[in-house]
Nanobody
Framework: QLRLVESGGGLVQPGGSLRLSCAVS????????IGWFRQSPGKEREGVSC????????NYADSVKGRFTISRDNAKSMVYLQMNNLKPEDIAVYYC?????????????????WGKGTLVTVSS
């Protein structure tokens, strides 16, 4: 099994930035695609971004394209989500999750392992 631990959430003003980190540990960590998801109270969990095992392919939800950037450092077993120009609609608990799929597609119901999440709040 894998263990995923998110960090970096917090309170940011609209237009501000945060970088979320996902520390991944376990067996064959770099054989997993990693996705970022988010969920607000009363809403369904939604996919935000996904990165392939090599880090060369990425996908983004339309709502975050141009503002968020996903990356990974396989030497450190870390995945990051750089979030710029944050908006109130970005408020959510953000989760990282792992899939044995090797590409940059992270199906919401097909991720094998999940972290516990980190809260992002955007407010003046």
């Amino acid at each position: 099994q894998l263990r995923l631990v998110e960090s970096g959430g917090g309170l940011v003003q609209p237009g501000g930035s945060l970088r979320l980190s996902c520390a991944v540990s376990g067996f064959a960590v770099n054989a997993y695609s990693i996705g970022w998801f988010r969920q607000s109270p009363g809403k369904e969990r939604e996919g935000v971004s996904c990165i392939s095992t090599s880090g060369t392919s990425t996908n983004y939800a339309d709502s975050v394209k141009g503002r968020f950037t996903i990356s990974r450092d396989n030497a450190k077993s870390m995945v990051y989500l750089q979030m710029n120009n944050l908006k109130p609609e970005d408020i959510a608990v953000y989760y990282c999750a792992a899939s044995r799929n090797t590409g940059s597609v992270c199906p919401p119901n097909g991720m094998g392992y999940w972290g516990k999440g980190t809260l992002v709040t955007v407010s003046s």
